[in-house]
């Protein structure tokens, strides 16, 4: 049986992208080669997996990592037994393309139990993708930004979409951007989004401060979707919405 090292498995509401508002059940996977300054999920891969009880109830119980595919499995299936309709088992982390062996191994049980799966990624790790891709409905790829990322990963972004585009999944694209981004780089994104995904609606995410609302205020994000809608026609600006409520 495959493992991975999980950081926590819990209950919650989606936070992010067109999908938010939906009830998931979160496989957050620990461990990312990325280092995003905005970043506030990285989690280390040897500390214990948190695991919910009961769904929404934040009661946490721990288990050694790495898990295997059957033990992840029980905790998926208990949770949606305890108070079913999930619309999505969404893999977030970290990183989850960096543990393709283990999900190859897990999704089609998670699809077996009736539901959906939700890939969120950073977009870079292509090579991981497309033996999923047939145990994937939604997939929601970044196109990460050198000011935030410390590097540039144009090619990288643009081989992912590509994949994404030809598969049959729903694509889902994403750029996160604060007060200090420079624009030129959203610019930049938004164009090879627009090159490879012309169709795709583009997500544009604003990072949030440690109060849990938006570095920019609405007149400012606003202003921001009137100029990115002269490169993508279809642009939606969504806040990162579990942190307005104070949700995991
Ligand atoms: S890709 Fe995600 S998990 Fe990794 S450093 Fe960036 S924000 Fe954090």
């Known amino acids: 049986m495959s493992t991975a090292p999980l950081a926590e498995i819990f209950s919650s509401l989606a936070g992010e992208g067109p999908h938010v508002g939906r009830r998931h059940i979160f496989l957050r996977l620990a461990g990312c080669d990325l280092g995003c300054d905005y970043c506030d999920t990285y989690t280390d891969p040897e500390t214990p997996a948190r695991i919910e009880r009961e769904p929404g109830s934040g009661d946490f119980f721990s288990l050694p990592n790495p898990l295997e595919t059957g033990e992840v499995l029980r905790e998926i299936k208990g ?19 960096l543990y393709p062996e283990f999900l190859l191994e897990l999704l089609p049980l998670v699809r077996k139990l009736g539901l959906a799966v939700y890939l969120e990624t950073a977009g870079i790790h292509h090579e991981a993708l497309p033996p999923l891709l047939p145990d994937l409905d939604v997939v929601a790829a970044d196109v990460k930004l050198p000011f935030h990322c410390g590097r540039a990963y ?3 972004s643009g081989k992912f979409l590509e994949i994404c585009q030809k598969a049959d999944v729903e694509l889902v694209v994403k750029i996160i951007f604060g007060k200090k981004t420079p624009w030129a780089e959203v610019e930049r994104a938004l164009r090879l989004a627009n090159e490879v995904a012309p169709e795709v609606e583009v997500t544009l995410q604003p990072i949030h401060g440690p109060d849990g609302r938006p570095e920019l205020s609405g007149e400012e994000l606003l202003r921001a979707c009137i100029r990115a809608s002269a490169l993508h026609s279809r642009i939606r600006l969504i806040p990162q919405v579990h942190r307005l409520l104070s949700l995991p």
């Open 79 to 97: 949770l949606e037994e305890r108070a079913p309709g999930h619309v999505h088992l969404a893999l977030t982390g970290g990183e989850p393309l």
């Open 154 to 156: 144009w090619e990288e």
